[in-house]
């Protein structure tokens, strides 16, 4: 095996594990359904730009339902290494939130590493608060038309919503999706995502997420 491949492998095992030594892990649980349509378009040589819907199915317990709308655009710098930034939108029961972010990636050969810092402004928070997001993620190709991608993803909240809070992993992410291009220029994917939220004072909350995608470059 790569040693690349292992490591990506090593560290998104190391989400699950890491969830795992939770004392309360899967003390609380639910099941949510999360559909993503992305349209693509290269706007000049190096610059890609992307509009994501995504709504979420989930219960009342869990939050009730949300739809996130996200744009995005990245530069690549570098072969293997791209910055971008961008604007999302959620729409939430709980109170909505608008958040700017900017990221960085860097691939080689299958694997793929992006840090993401986004600025969250929540409807009734008391100030603008900052989250880092810490993605790996691998892709193996099955055929022409045809892949698996497996990914890891930290949370971590830098900069609490509230003056008396403070800096905390947020969530836990581990992720399978198997992508099929259904046409020139369109692929759809199936999926399971394993979100585990960490709360202090209550139970972990653990979600399992069926994902269905579609994504159109134009």
Same mark, same amino acid.
């Given at each position: ?12 095992? +190391? ?27 290269? #706007? ?13 199915? @989930? ?24 910055? /971008?930034? !961008? ?6 029961? =709980? /109170?909505?939130? #608008? @958040? ?9 050969? $299958?694997?793929?590493?992006?840090? @993401? ?6 409807? +009734? ?15 193996? &190709? ?9 990914? /890891?993803?930290?949370? /971590? ?7 008396? !809070?403070?800096? $905390? ?7 399978? #999706?198997? @992508?099929?291009? #259904?046409?020139?220029?369109?692929? +759809? ?11 202090? =004072? ?7 997420? &069926? ?8």
């Amino acid at each position: 095996m790569p040693r690349t491949t292992g490591y990506a492998l090593i560290c998104i095992a +190391g989400v699950l594990l890491a969830a795992a030594a939770s004392p309360a892990f899967a003390a609380d649980e639910d099941t949510q359904l999360w559909t993503t349509v992305t349209a693509m378009h290269t #706007l000049a040589q190096g610059l890609e730009g992307s509009f994501e819907l995504s709504p979420r199915l @989930r219960s009342d317990e869990a939050g009730g339902e949300q739809l996130l709308t996200t744009a995005l655009l990245d530069y690549r710098i570098a072969p293997s290494v791209t910055l /971008g930034g !961008g604007v999302a939108y959620l729409e939430n029961s =709980g /109170g909505d939130e #608008l @958040r700017t972010l900017q990221q960085f990636s860097v691939s080689a050969g $299958r694997l793929s590493f992006r840090t @993401r810092l986004e600025e969250r402004f929540v409807e +009734g928070a008391e100030r603008m608060e900052m989250r880092l997001r810490q993605r790996v993620q691998i892709t193996f &190709p099955l055929d022409e038309d045809t892949a698996l991608t497996a990914a /890891g993803e930290v949370f /971590g909240t830098v900069r609490p919503r509230s003056p008396d !809070g403070e800096a $905390r992993v947020e969530q836990w992410r581990a992720s399978l #999706l198997l @992508r099929r291009g #259904l046409a020139p220029g369109l692929a +759809g994917g199936l999926g399971y995502l394993l979100v585990v939220a960490p709360r202090k =004072g209550a139970p972990d909350r653990l979600s399992h997420v &069926p994902q269905v995608t579609l994504a159109w470059r134009i």
